[in-house]
């Protein structure tokens, strides 16, 4: 029987990072990887859809800049879909590389914990092996969730690992759910020319955001002609020939061609013998101290399955903490300074609180905001929808918070979050000399407004 130091179940990325980071400690490291590696994150998630969402940023960039004489350009769908398929595949081919450079054994199957240190892994042919390990890591993920309601056969009624695999857009599309993937799905599908419908039980979409992001993500979203209907709950799901007719608790009814499902997941805890070694749950996520360790000293868990987020970068941050812990450097893991991007039309960057959250936690807040339409490169682009708020504490002058809604939201937020991180204050960014013209000088001015007066906006 194989003997290694770390044995990881899940091959995603709080798994193959995992691995990764045990074995440059010098540990031998196994991973155990029943699909394919890359995990949701990379096949069913995060890099598909936001390859679907390049492409739809871009047709409506083309759409909206007929001022600059750009003609009208049409998406060809099944080409945007080989283009996913092949950044999926050349991904997949660099973890790859990446492990067998890093020594790490691979292995594909089932993993199941027969005890404290052996995993048992059954192979599609039928054949099954053990695997001796000390220390084990945990990274199975999640799946969409499935309420029975919603009779989801991925045809017409899709979640949102089906909706991924249609051949071409649909005439009309209805979303349940106005969380993060919900939003950005409207985007996206709305870009490429679908008619789409926005179904949200809560009173407000993306309930997590700022409430002055919300308002205006929303706003523009309906400009483009998405729907909203908001405190409405789908009681019946019904077939047509035509596609899907859902009818809501006040009787109205809706119509689509296909209907997505984007109401939550549920963690992939079942199956992995669990019960075997004792290892505590709560409604199937797995319970986690800091150093990401389960109740059984040396079993691990990280990622979705574990995790305070549902956030790739956090799964692969938790699976550096486990490796680190399985090897005898002992580290906790630190939620207070997680960045949170949303890949809608405009995108979303966040880091540390909202202005609201500041006030509850009993902070003088001070607000300082900078609109993308005073930025000469955000006009130059073509891009002036959105705005920069710091949220900083008025007596101190700490930044507890930033909230981007515009183009390049997802990338302007780091230097935000490095800010947070390190204790800055609205002066050290107002005072930090940032190039010009960039949409950087954004997050400058917008500090300035926290601190003292920005000088480009009244």
């Known amino acids: 029987?194989?003997?290694?130091?770390?044995?990881?179940?899940?091959?995603?990325?709080?798994g193959y990072v995992a691995a990764i980071k045990?074995?440059?400690?010098?540990?031998?490291?196994?991973?155990?990887?029943?699909?394919?590696?890359?995990?949701?994150?990379?096949?069913?998630?995060?890099?598909?859809?936001k390859t679907l969402y390049s492409v739809a940023h871009l047709a409506e960039q083309v759409q909206n800049t007929n001022t600059l004489n750009i003609q009208n350009a049409s998406v060809d769908y099944p080409k945007t879909l080989e283009h996913k398929t092949q950044v999926i595949e050349k991904l997949k081919g660099g973890i790859s590389q990446l492990l067998k450079a890093n020594k790490i054994q691979t292995k594909n199957g089932t993993a199941i914990l027969a005890d404290r240190n052996t995993?048992?892994?059954?192979?599609?042919?039928?054949?099954?092996?053990?695997?001796?390990?000390?220390?084990?890591?945990?990274?199975?993920?999640?799946?969409?969730?499935?309420?029975?309601?919603?009779?989801?056969?991925?045809?017409?009624?899709?979640?949102?690992?089906?909706?991924?695999?249609?051949?071409?857009?649909?005439?009309?599309?209805?979303?349940?759910?106005?969380?993060?993937?919900?939003?950005?799905?409207?985007?996206i599908f709305n870009a490429l020319g679908c008619d789409v419908t926005v179904v949200e039980l809560l009173p407000t979409i993306l309930s997590t955001e700022d409430v002055q992001v919300i308002r205006h993500v929303q706003l523009f979203m309906k400009r483009k002609g998405i729907k909203f209907q908001t405190e409405a709950n789908i009681t019946q799901i019904c077939k047509t020939e035509s596609g899907?007719?859902?009818?809501?608790?006040?009787?109205?009814?809706?119509?689509?061609q296909k209907l997505l499902v984007s109401i939550g997941r549920r963690f992939n805890s079942e199956g992995l013998g669990l019960e075997n070694v004792g290892i505590q749950t709560e409604n199937g996520k797995i319970i986690v101290n800091d150093k990401m360790e389960t109740n059984i000293p040396g079993i691990y868990a990280v990622g979705d399955v574990a995790s305070r987020y549902l956030l790739a970068h956090v799964a692969s941050t938790e699976g550096k903490v486990a490796a680190q812990n399985c090897i005898g450097k002992s580290t906790e893991m630190?939620?207070?300074?997680?960045?949170?991007?949303?890949?809608?039309?405009?995108?979303i960057g966040h880091v540390g609180m909202t202005e609201k959250e500041a006030t509850d936690e009993g902070y003088e807040v001070?607000?300082?905001?900078?609109?993308?339409?005073?930025?000469?490169?955000?006009?130059?682009?073509?891009?002036?929808?959105?705005?920069?708020?710091?949220?900083?504490?008025?007596?101190?002058?700490?930044?507890?918070?930033?909230?981007?809604?515009?183009?390049?939201?997802?990338?302007?937020?780091?230097?935000?979050?490095?800010?947070?991180?390190?204790?800055?204050?609205?002066?050290?960014?107002?005072?930090?000399?940032?190039?010009?013209?960039?949409?950087?000088?954004?997050?400058?001015?917008?500090?300035?407004?926290?601190?003292?007066?920005?000088?480009?906006?009244?």
């Open 119 to 187: 995993i048992e892994i059954k192979k599609s042919d039928g054949s099954s092996e053990q695997i001796s390990i000390k220390n084990v890591i945990i990274a199975t993920g999640s799946e969409p969730a499935e309420p029975s309601i919603f009779n989801i056969d991925e045809t017409d009624v899709l979640t949102t690992t089906g909706i991924l695999n249609l051949t071409e857009i649909p005439d009309s599309l209805l979303i349940v759910g106005g969380g993060v993937s919900g939003c950005e799905f409207a985007s």
């Open 22 to 49: 045990a074995a440059q400690l010098g540990g031998n490291v196994c991973i155990i990887e029943k699909d394919e590696l890359g995990g949701t994150c990379l096949n069913r998630g995060c890099i598909p859809t």
């Open 244 to 256: 899907v007719l859902a009818t809501l608790e006040s009787g109205e009814q809706l119509t689509a």
């Open 366 to 458: 001070k607000t300082g905001r900078f609109p993308y339409a005073a930025s000469g490169m955000a006009l130059g682009m073509a891009e002036s929808d959105g705005f920069v708020k710091t949220v900083s504490d008025a007596e101190s002058g700490d930044i507890l918070g930033v909230h981007i809604v515009g183009v390049q939201a997802s990338t302007l937020i780091h230097e935000a979050a490095v800010a947070v991180r390190v204790g800055a204050s609205a002066k050290d960014i107002a005072h930090t000399v940032h190039a010009h013209p960039t949409l950087s000088e954004m997050v400058m001015e917008s500090a300035e407004a926290a601190y003292d007066r920005a000088i480009h906006v009244l």
């Open 1 to 14: 029987m194989s003997v290694y130091d770390v044995g990881i179940i899940g091959g995603g990325p709080g």
């Open 334 to 347: 630190d939620y207070q300074v997680i960045p949170w991007c949303v890949f809608t039309l405009p995108e």
